[in-house]
């Protein structure tokens, strides 16, 4: 997916969040970007995605978990990068053409959440519409993880774990 259409499909969600009355069923619809990490599809809403990039050079720094690979340099803002798959106990990502940097936009709100950060992905899947019916919360069993995932999103022919945003920037160092 280009990074054109995504911005297209960011600011068609923007505007209609943003206009009043509108289309009430549309409120219902999540607009999410599917990609894969490991062998799963995993998707965030596209809102929190402040744009997907090529991997670019990355500095490590001491003493951060090993899923932290380093900080790197965006237009001016340093921020850090995550390995997914490390984070999600898969081991360490492969970097393949395929690889990309979600940047994810952090919300300040005093609870810890601070900032911008990208995340290694192994690929990326598709743009992805779901029904809030279609999406249930993450099962009980799921008690290590489940505070990162915001729920699992049930399609035609599969389900899609959604992960929480504020979950994944919730900085750990």
């Known amino acids: 997916m ?8 960011i600011k068609r969600q923007q505007s209609q969040l943003s206009s009043p009355g509108g289309d009430k069923t ?3 619809i999540i607009q999410l970007v599917g990609f894969i990490v490991g062998e ?4 965030i809403p596209i809102l929190n995605i402040q744009e997907i990039i090529k991997p670019i050079e990355f500095t490590r720094v001491p003493s951060v978990p090993d899923y932290v690979l380093g900080v790197f340099n965006m237009r001016g803002n340093v921020m850090p990068l995550i390995d997914l798959a490390q984070r999600f106990n898969l081991g ?3 970097m393949t053409p395929q690889t990309r940097y979600i940047v994810l936009r952090g919300e300040n709100n005093g609870s ?3 900032g911008n950060a ?14 809030k019916t279609r999406i249930d919360p993450p ?14 999103g049930k399609r035609d ?3 899609l774990t959604i992960l929480k945003v504020e979950a994944l920037l919730k900085r750990e160092f």
Do not use: C, Q, W
């Not at 280009?2 to 499909?9: D, M, P, R, T, Y």
């Not at 990208?118 to 519409?129: N, Y």
């Not at 799921?142 to 729920?151: E, F, P, S, V």
């Open 2 to 9: 280009s990074n054109e259409k995504l911005e297209g499909i």
């Open 26 to 28: 549309d409120d219902d």
């Open 40 to 43: 799963e599809e995993y998707a």
């Open 92 to 94: 360490a990502s492969k």
């Open 112 to 114: 810890g959440v601070n």
């Open 118 to 131: 990208g995340f290694v992905i192994d690929r990326l899947t598709e743009a992805i519409k779901i029904h």
């Open 139 to 152: 099962p009980e069993t799921l008690t290590k993880d489940k505070d990162m995932i915001y729920g699992i």
């Open 157 to 159: 022919n599969s389900i």
